[in-house]
C-alpha cells in the first residue's frame, strides 16, 4: 500500500490526461449535482463528493454508439460492411465501489456468456479504473445490504481510501503499479492495512438504521421473488405507482438492455445501439402486435427479479442490485428498490404503511 498527498491528486490526473481521456464527479455549474463526466480541467475533480446522479457505465456502455456502417452498390451488387472504431483509452477516476460492482456485473453479462460483445470489450480493454472508497454513506445509499460497499475488493487498477490528510493508494494491477511507480509513491507503513480496515469499518456502522435494517429483508425478499410467493395484489400495487418513465433502468449500474436499429443516412446506413428498458410497454411486443408482458405491474414483476432473483445471482456471481439507491431518488412512483423490499417485508409480517 502506499501514500499520496491530497496535493497530489492534481498531478495523478495530469499524468493519466496524457495516455486517457480522464472522467470523475465533478459538480455541473447549472444544476448543481454531482456528476460522472469527463474533467475538462483537473480542478473540477471532487473525491469527497456524494454519490454522482448518473452511473459512469454509460462510459463503456454509452446511451447511443454507432457500432457500424454498410453501404450497398446497387450496379456492383456488393456490401461494404465497414466497424466504427472511434473508442478512445478512458480512465474513471473516483468510482465509488458500488458503480464499479455494476461494471463487473455488465462485464459478466457482455463478455462472460455464450457470446462475447465486441464492442463493450474494446471499451473494457482501454479502460483505467481509479476506486474510492466511501469513507461516509450518503443518505440515498444500501450497498452494506448488497455487498458492494463501502470499499472495492476487486476489478481496480488503482484504489484510493481518504484518510483525513492524504490517501492510502492499493494498487489492483499491472497498469496501477506502473502508475504508482510513475509517480514515485511511498510506501505508507507498516499500520496502513489495519487504517484502512478502521475507516472502512468506521464507515459501515455509520450507515443509516434503515439500510442496516435491510439488509436481511433484502435476503428475504430474494427468496420470495425467486419462488414467487410475493401475491399478486403486492405487484399490483407497485404497477399503479409505475409511470413507466424507464428511469429506473437508465441510472442503475448493472441494466444491460439494448436496441439495435438502422438508419438510413444516404448514401450509407449506420447500424446504432442504444439503452432500452424493461418499463416500456413495447419492449417485449411481437410480431402481430401480441405483448406477453402488457400490464406494467408484470413489467415491474421481471425488472426486480432481474435485480434479486437467485437466478440472476447464478449469472452476475452476486444480486443485480449494487445498492446505490438511485433508482430510489429518480423514481416519481417511489417504487425503488429500497421501497419495494418495505412492500414485501409487510406482506411477509403483515405490518401496516409506518
Known amino acids: 500500500m502506499y501514500w499520496l498527498e491530497k496535493n497530489r491528486v492534481r498531478e495523478l490526473v495530469e499524468k493519466l490526461s496524457r495516455e486517457y481521456a480522464v472522467f470523475g464527479p465533478r459538480y455541473d455549474e447549472v444544476s448543481e449535482e454531482v456528476i460522472f463526466d469527463r474533467l475538462a480541467d483537473p480542478g473540477q475533480l471532487n473525491l469527497q463528493a456524494p454519490i454522482s446522479y448518473n452511473p459512469p457505465k454509460y462510459i463503456l456502455f454509452p446511451h447511443y454508439e454507432e457500432i457500424l456502417k454498410y453501404t450497398y452498390d446497387r450496379k456492383s451488387k456488393q456490401v461494404a460492411i465497414e466497424k466504427f472504431s472511434k473508442i478512445q483509452p478512458k480512465a474513471l477516476v473516483g468510482i465509488r465501489s458500488c458503480d464499479l460492482t455494476g461494471i463487473l456485473c455488465l462485464d459478466r453479462f457482455f463478455l462472460g456468456q455464450e457470446f462475447v460483445d465486441e464492442f463493450y470489450l474494446e471499451h473494457r ?12 454513506p450518503f443518505p440515498q ?79 428475504r425478499a430474494t427468496n420470495r421473488l425467486t419462488t414467487g410467493f410475493v401475491k399478486p395484489e403486492v405487484w399490483e400495487y407497485i404497477g399503479n405507482q409505475c409511470f413507466e418513465c424507464g428511469a429506473c433502468s437508465f441510472v442503475c449500474p448493472t441494466c444491460s438492455c439494448f436496441n439495435v436499429e438502422d438508419v438510413n443516412r444516404i448514401p450509407q446506413t449506420d447500424r446504432v445501439r442504444t439503452w432500452d428498458s424493461c418499463s416500456f410497454e413495447g419492449y417485449t411486443k411481437m410480431a402481430g402486435d401480441h405483448n406477453p408482458r402488457k400490464p406494467v405491474e408484470d413489467r415491474r414483476n421481471k425488472r426486480f427479479f432481474c435485480k434479486l432473483s437467485y437466478s440472476q445471482s447464478k449469472k452476475y456471481l452476486r444480486p443485480g442490485c449494487v445498492g446505490c439507491g438511485r433508482c ?27
Open 125 to 136: 480493454k482501454k479502460l483505467f479504473l481509479i476506486s474510492s472508497t466511501c469513507v461516509r
Open 328 to 354: 430510489a431518488r429518480v423514481c416519481p412512483g417511489d417504487i425503488g428498490l429500497p421501497n419495494v423490499v418495505t412492500y414485501i417485508r409487510r406482506e411477509i409480517t403483515g405490518e401496516e404503511d409506518r
Open 141 to 219: 445509499c444500501f450497498c452494506v445490504c448488497t455487498d458492494s460497499g463501502p470499499a472495492a475488493r476487486e476489478g481496480f487498477d488503482l484504489d484510493l481510501t481518504f484518510t483525513g490528510e492524504g490517501y492510502l493508494v492499493l494498487a489492483g494491477s499491472r497498469k496501477g503499479q506502473k502508475l504508482v511507480d510513475e509517480l514515485k509513491l511511498e510506501p505508507a507503513g507498516k499500520e496502513a492495512s489495519s487504517l484502512r480496515k478502521k475507516i472502512i469499518g468506521e464507515s459501515i456502522s455509520s450507515f443509516d438504521k434503515f439500510a442496516l435494517e435491510n439488509k436481511a429483508w433484502i435476503s
